[in-house]
């Protein structure tokens, strides 16, 4: 290579060894700067087999460089796009051809899983970045990618799953180059044989599960965390959305048998001031005015009608506050056709606590049936409610217009009183 071409790898090399000393989180244990010094000196081994051109090799080995440098945005997950963008504008600034950045970013976008290159300079950065399949180091190596891919996922890795993803992974896998058929594929293969040794061993097995589509499909995530952390993104989200409609459903019932609860407080509350008042005035004028009527009968009528509606204010009001007890017992069928409603005391009360228990754990066991069992809870508190209002409103009623009837009777009787009996005794004859 010419002295220009020495001197942007090295500029190359200075950029990213930076980035990735300040950049990329030290989450990523196995995409370091380390890997990417490996997969460089793999790039150059195979130049050398190759016996590239110097333009081709400079491209290689830019791209091989900064094919990884996409991890400093923070997660693994179109850290290739990233990459080749980071790789552009470094090229940019040191005034290379179009034709050479469009070389370095399509040899940086073919390692994207799955790996599709077209050019041999492609074909030799994917095989340089799973160099380590073929190679003494792939244990240590393979160790820190399950470590990463735990620690960016949020979820542990188990040494059991990962040697079978692993294997689902590695015999899928293939080395593009006639360099990664001939010299890494032969120990790829050993450690494969040993890997499914591990596997079938009966002391590593994992109690005798059969591999499913998942661990299949996580067995592609060997090489790359995009995809792992688009799972782990995913499955996150997910169950963030359904803690959220739980939450919120829950929510919304709490806070509705809560209202109820208030209202019925409050219905209760108005009841029983009801009650007192007129208890109050009935003892009132059965103490004080029922002994007076026989002196002024003329007062009979009014006392009659304030008596009449303290008592039917009293009875309205205690129809409003009166329980129903229902027979508090149910069936089997009842429970399996999701028929009785558990959350009532006045549909168990009357049943043995080893029935009870049973339908209970039946009730707790659905889904469908305890939302419903929730909703119908929800609706006859409303009917309940509905009725106690219905009846307190009539006893506010008639304590309303008879407390005014029976105010205005005496103030009638009043002034007849004294108009009308006071104007006759006045204009009697004096007799001698």
């Known amino acids: 290579m010419t002295e220009v071409q020495t001197d942007l790898i090295a500029a190359a090399r200075e950029l990213v060894t930076d980035i990735f000393q300040t950049k990329v989180s030290k989450s990523f244990r196995y995409h370091n700067l380390d890997h990417t010094r490996q997969v460089v000196r793999a790039v150059e081994e195979m130049a050398d087999y190759y016996q590239l051109q110097p333009d081709d ?143 079938d061993d009966p002391k590593t097995q994992d109690n005798g599960k059969k591999k499913s589509k998942k661990d299949k499909q996580d067995a592609l995530l060997t090489v790359f965390p995009d995809e792992a952390t688009k799972e ?27 209202n109820h609860n208030t209202l019925s407080q409050m219905a209760d509350s108005k009841a029983n001031i009801m009650i007192s008042v007129n208890s109050i005035i009935l003892s009132v004028v059965i103490s004080v005015l029922i ?36 027979e508090g017992t149910f069936t089997k069928e009842d429970i399996q056709s999701k028929k009785t409603n558990l959350l009532f005391f006045g549909n168990f009360h009357n049943m043995s606590l080893p029935d009870y228990d049973w339908a209970m754990k039946e009730l707790l066991a659905d889904r469908d049936y305890l939302y419903s069992s929730m909703v119908k809870d929800l609706y ?45 005794v006045v204009n009697a004859p004096i007799t001698p």
């Open 291 to 326: 002994r007076h009527l026989d002196e002024n009968r003329n007062l009979i009528i009014p006392t009659t009608s304030l008596i009449l509606v303290c008592v039917a204010t009293i009875v309205f009001a205690v129809k409003a506050t009166r329980p129903n007890v229902s």
């Open 380 to 424: 006859f508190l409303g009917v309940v409610l509905a009725k106690k209002y219905r009846w307190l409103r009539m006893s506010y009623n008639i304590f309303m217009y008879g407390l005014v009837i029976s105010m205005l009777l005496y103030g009638a009787m009043i002034l007849y009183e004294v108009f009308v009996v006071s104007s006759s």
């Open 232 to 258: 782990a993104e995913e499955k996150k989200k997910k169950e963030k959305n359904n803690t959220q409609t739980e939450r919120g459903i829950n929510t919304v019932f709490r806070i509705m048998a809560n």
């Open 57 to 199: 090799r400079q491209a290689v080995t830019v791209a091989a460089w900064f094919h990884d440098t996409g991890f400093s945005a923070g997660q693994g997950k179109g850290h290739e796009a990233v990459s080749a963008q980071i790789a552009t504008e470094f090229l940019t600034t040191h005034q290379a051809a179009a034709t050479f950045i469009e070389k370095v970013t399509r040899c940086i976008e073919a390692t994207k899983m799955p790996q599709s290159p077209v050019t041999l300079i492609e074909q030799i950065l994917c095989d340089a970045d799973l160099f380590h399949l073929g190679t003494d180091d792939f244990k240590v190596l393979n160790e820190e990618l399950r470590q990463e891919l735990s620690e960016v996922s949020g979820e542990e890795i188990s040494k059991k799953k990962w040697r079978k993803m692993n294997i689902s992974f590695m015999e899928n896998h293939k080395y593009l180059t006639d360099y990664g058929r001939r010299k890494l594929q032969p120990v790829k293969e050993q450690h494969i044989d040993a890997i499914r040794n591990r596997v």
